[in-house]
């Protein structure tokens, strides 16, 4: 197991670089975008000596690399600033939103991680049926149509004409846990079909491959059923793909989902991301980045690290 | 012509009035045309149309533009959605009516010197903030000097320019002081940054804490999300029907669109005009289609070639046909410009100048009278600037192909446009809201020496005028001072005004309003909170 400790210690490390540079790239994008946040917060309507007024106000007047500094000081040690915008911590900017995604995406991911597993499996078993084609075909249309056609294509069938659910997700406080499933299922089904086609099709792929095996063969020739087959002795060999898949859709199902947010007036932290770039607030842009980024780096990690606990070539060494 | 009744339409009549379908004036001449006597449709109206509002009831309105980094800061207030909610929670000195006129809010009354430069304000008594504290001159002193000062961060200075001081006369009465006469004062007060906060000891206003003195008081809110609100029992002024008020940000058309068919909300802000028509099928729900003073304009540098040359302004703005424009871009929803930024809405409008029609043949004389023939012109556009505003400007192009004109239309990124584009480019399209009256928009736009002067047009005549209209107090002198320089503008400016934009927006049938409606903001001059109703 001490390998896979070094492995996870020495990702980290480099995780840790990987999310140095990109705050970098983002405070240089920030820059080079048109207008500056004095600006965007105060309008068209503005004067010159208000924008200037603005600026100094929020320290713009300093030079850019001072300001990166500053900020970069206070990040090593937890403290990601203000807003620029509103003056509010960061975190207390971004915390509740960052929650609410995190809700969609495991409300999203435990219907479609399970959904595509097993239809994965199924697809296998009955590879080149009709079943098969049908559920590829379905598939494959989900995930090539955008995520906010999806979305609207189901608040008319599944909320303006049959009212079965609520058309926007708005969220209130004093909401139970079944309202809150209620009214967020739109969205949480909009990402199921985006990410169900990925995942279900590399278990086939997968599990197919490990098929023309001649382990597989021999397991047939003794006369094991079918599926005691795949889910005994091929399914084993087959994780590694397939949680590599999955880890990149949930990545996916976080970062992902501006469109589903503004669909459904969901307020996840890609709304935030967005208005915050709008505004050029820096603080809020480079907090989101960096979570997103984290995300990422995290999911491929613990990705990695379940491959090898599944895999026992993986986990001891020769 | 003797008087005579027929109930069963007057009756109609009648539901479509209290359904918000027909205003006074359309309802007195289809019950005249009807061969209702005038005494009796005006009695009609007067008893029967109009039942009382009622009170009761939680209204939810979905809006459009909010945004997480809105603020309760009155002088960074930018997105419609705040607009909207501070006219439902916070005051202001004066409002505009439905009918478009000047009436009070926290100031009940005002009055001028002579020359219109000391205008004192007397603060209704008894008015309170949502925590119980009455509102006071040092209140409203401090909530107008937030906007003043050179350290001040607000949109709005530019607005106060002029105000030297603002002195405490008693504790209900407050005198601003000009440097020079403005007779629209009392009508800049209604801007929507001058909210009247609660002044801190210093003298400084407390807008952090989201007080206010508005018929709403706000119990949960998340910026960029939604509002809850409760009556405030402390309310000055009339209406406040509603208990309760959620006031949601709806960003996507659609979705804002779905809500209201779905029930989710009961009542929306800006409709997409492209499925209007769509809309329009669905029973229960009513559409207000509302003039407005919000106006698209193509300034054209008067000091650079070709458009030094008012024969080639003038050639241009005959090669429009706006009439076709409104039909196909803005599917109905607006009313043609005349060529000067005065809208029918406006107080000193003057209604017999003669519209501006499509005239290709005079715009290709004209042409040939400045030796411009084969015109050719760019003109500066973004998506960003009006919903269709692209494909406005190739309309555009084809209608002056026809007067020889070759217009080249340029996309620009939506990005900055406003900074990097309009006022930089010699020919380019812009849209303006609204504003409340003639000399706040010319000075504005227009003046010769206004930072904003997007045309580059200098006529000292009309800067003349606008001096002396800006402090004339003589109603009937100032209108005809108004109608001149609305004449130059139109004949000489260099500034087209293909349209003015209506406000749309939809409500469920339950929720009634009155006849009329504001034309100062969307949905009732952001009012609808205070002043619509359940039925």
Known sequence: MSDVVSIVLKRLGLGLITLFVISVIIFLAVEMLPGDIAQAVLGQGATEENVAALRKQLGLDQPAPIRYLDWLAGAVVGDFGVSLVTQSPVGEVIGPRFANTLFLACYAAAIAVPVAIILGVIVALLRNTLFDRVANVMALTSISSPEFFLGYVLILYLSVKTGMFPSIAKLSPDMTFFELLNRTFLPALTMVLVVVAHMMRMTRAAIINLLSSPYIEMARLKGVPAWRVIIKHALPNAWAPIINVVALNLAYLITGVVLVEVVFVYPGIGQLLVDSVTKRDFTVVQACCLIFAATFILLNLAADVLAIITNPRLRYKK | ?535
Not at chain 2, 68 to 83: A, E, R
């Open chain 2, 1 to 535: 012509m003797p008087e005579t009744s027929n109930p069963e339409l007057l009756a109609r009549l009648a539901a479509e009035v209290r359904l918000g379908r027909l205003g006074r004036r359309e309802f007195m001449s289809l019950a005249i045309a009807a061969g209702v006597g005038t005494t009796m449709a005006s009695s009609v109206w007067t008893s029967n149309a109009f039942a009382a509002p009622k009170k009761g009831g939680t209204f939810r309105l979905g809006m459009h533009d909010g945004n997480t980094s809105d603020t309760h800061d009155p002088g960074t207030y930018l997105s419609f959605s705040m607009i909207q909610l501070a006219h439902t929670y916070r005051s202001y000195l004066t409002m505009i009516t439905p009918t478009n006129e000047l009436g009070p809010d926290i100031a009940e009354s005002w009055e001028a010197t002579p020359d219109a430069k000391n205008w004192t304000f007397k603060i209704v008594k008894g008015a309170t903030f949502h925590n119980g504290k009455e509102v006071t001159a040092d209140d409203v002193i401090a909530s107008m000097n937030h906007h003043r000062g050179e350290d001040s961060t607000s949109a709005a200075t530019a607005l106060l320019k002029d105000v030297n001081d603002i002195t405490k006369d008693d504790k209900h009465t407050v005198t601003f002081k000009l440097a020079t006469g403005n007779a629209d004062l009392p009508w800049l007060m209604t801007d929507y940054h001058l909210a009247i906060c609660p002044a801190n000891s210093d003298g400084s206003i407390d807008w952090q804490s989201g007080l206010g003195t508005g018929p709403y008081k706000i119990t949960n809110h998340e910026f960029g999300v939604s509002t809850q609100l409760v009556r405030h029992d402390g309310w000055h002024g009339e209406g406040a029907y509603f208990d309760e008020a959620e006031m949601i940000v709806l960003n996507d058309p659609n979705a804002r669109q779905t809500a209201l068919v779905t029930g989710e909300v009961d009542a929306v802000t800006q409709l997409e005009l492209k499925t209007l028509s769509l809309l329009k099928r669905n029973a229960n729900i009513e559409i207000d289609n509302v003039p407005s003073a919000a106006a698209i304009s193509m300034p054209m540098f008067c000091d650079q070639a070709p458009f030094d040359d008012v024969n080639v302004r003038n050639a241009l703005k005959l090669a429009m046909d706006r009439e076709d424009i409104i039909k196909k871009i803005a599917f109905g929803t607006a009313i043609p410009g005349n060529d000067f930024h005065v809208a029918p809405n406006m107080p000193y409008h003057p209604d017999d100048i003669p519209q501006r029609t499509y005239d290709p043949d005079k715009a290709k004389s004209l042409l040939k009278k400045a030796g411009a023939e084969g015109l050719s012109v760019n003109l500066s556009v973004a998506d960003s600037v009006y919903s269709g505003a692209v494909d406005m400007c190739v309309l555009y192009a084809e209608h002056a192909k026809k007067a020889g004109i070759d217009i080249n239309v340029v996309r620009e990124p939506n990005d900055g446009y406003y900074s990097d584009v309009w006022l930089k480019k010699p020919f380019c399209m812009v849209q303006w809201g609204a504003r409340p009256t003639p000399d706040v928009m010319f000075s504005l736009a227009y003046k010769d020496d206004a930072d904003w002067n997007e045309s580059h047009w200098k006529n000292p005549r009309f800067n003349e005028l606008l001096r002396a209209a800006k402090a004339e107090l003589d109603q009937e002198k100032r209108a005809a001072q108004y109608k001149e320089m609305c004449q130059l503008a139109r004949d000489d400016g260099g500034t087209i005004i293909p349209m003015f934009t209506n406000f749309v927006y939809a409500r469920n049938k339950k929720v009634q309003h009155g006849p009329n409606l504001a034309a100062s903001w969307q949905c009732d001059g952001a009012r609808a909170v205070s002043r619509w109703w359940f039925a």
